[in-house]
């Protein structure tokens, strides 16, 4: 059964602080994992798709990283904002065409 | 180019009635994929759809739920004799093609369906 867990469920940090999210998944034979911003009320945004072929993917201050092997991707956000405060999603496809979602984690920068 | 609209964006309902749920997914794009988000959840997949098929149906209900994609117009989820559990998120996603590559799903804004 394909499981994605993310920890912790929230976080508060003070602005400028450099953080690390994290996403496990059960089964090792993942496609792809990607990583959203969801905002209160409002929908998803990609922020960063690593197919299992890569190790890493940088947007901006955002970094995101996949091992397959231990089951493990994390998202690094450098130097946070405020604006950085919203709900990030990690999701993990096993199979074409369907996502399996963390329940997220909450993250509140504080100025 | 318009990113996926969803509408209505708040729907209310009341017990027993039936609620649609709209989908236009983003110009191009002739796959689409629905999602619920329950309370304090991540999201789940529902079904996949593309024009006039059902591909992926196993996250759907067996009861009162349905979907459609057709040939012309928007991706339509019905749920019919709606009841307090069916309150949620419903996300609708796109993509050009089928996924699992380096293809990215696009994700509307999705429509929180209250039932009273």
């Known amino acids: 059964k394909q499981e994605v867990t993310q920890i912790p469920a929230a976080l508060s940090v003070p602005e400028g602080e450099n953080l690390v999210l994290n996403c496990s998944f059960t089964?090792?034979?993942?496609?792809?994992l990607q990583w959203f911003r969801q905002d209160p009320g409002k929908g998803l945004t990609s922020l960063l798709l690593?197919?299992?072929?890569?190790r890493e993917q940088t947007s901006g201050r955002l970094n995101a990283s996949l091992d397959k092997s231990s089951g493990r991707s994390t998202l690094y956000i450098a130097a946070s904002q405020p604006g950085d405060s919203a709900t990030y999603l990690c999701?993990?496809?096993?199979?074409?065409?369907?996502?399996?979602f963390g329940s997220g984690t909450k993250l509140n920068v504080k100025p | 180019n318009a990113g996926v609209m969803q509408n209505p964006r708040h729907l209310v309902r009341r017990r027993g009635q039936e609620a649609r749920l709209r989908c236009s997914p983003m110009?191009?794009?002739?796959?689409v994929y629905w999602y619920r988000q329950l309370p304090e959840e991540g999201l789940k997949f529902m079904v996949y759809?593309?024009?006039?098929?059902?591909?992926?149906e196993s996250g759907m209900p067996k009861e009162r739920f349905s979907a459609e994609f057709p040939k012309e117009g928007p991706s339509i989820l019905r749920i019919q004799q709606v009841v307090r559990g069916d309150s949620a998120a419903y996300f609708c996603?796109?993509?050009?093609?089928?996924?699992?590559?380096?293809?990215?799903?696009?994700f509307g804004q999705g429509t929180r369906l209250t039932v009273v």
């Open positions: 996603a796109s993509s050009p093609q089928g996924t699992g590559g380096n293809t990215e799903a696009f």
């Open positions: 089964d090792s034979a993942i496609y792809n």
């Open positions: 690593i197919q299992s072929s890569q």
């Open positions: 999701a993990g496809e096993y199979n074409f065409n369907k996502f399996y």
């Open positions: 110009k191009g794009h002739s796959h």
């Open positions: 759809l593309q024009k006039e098929n059902i591909i992926d």
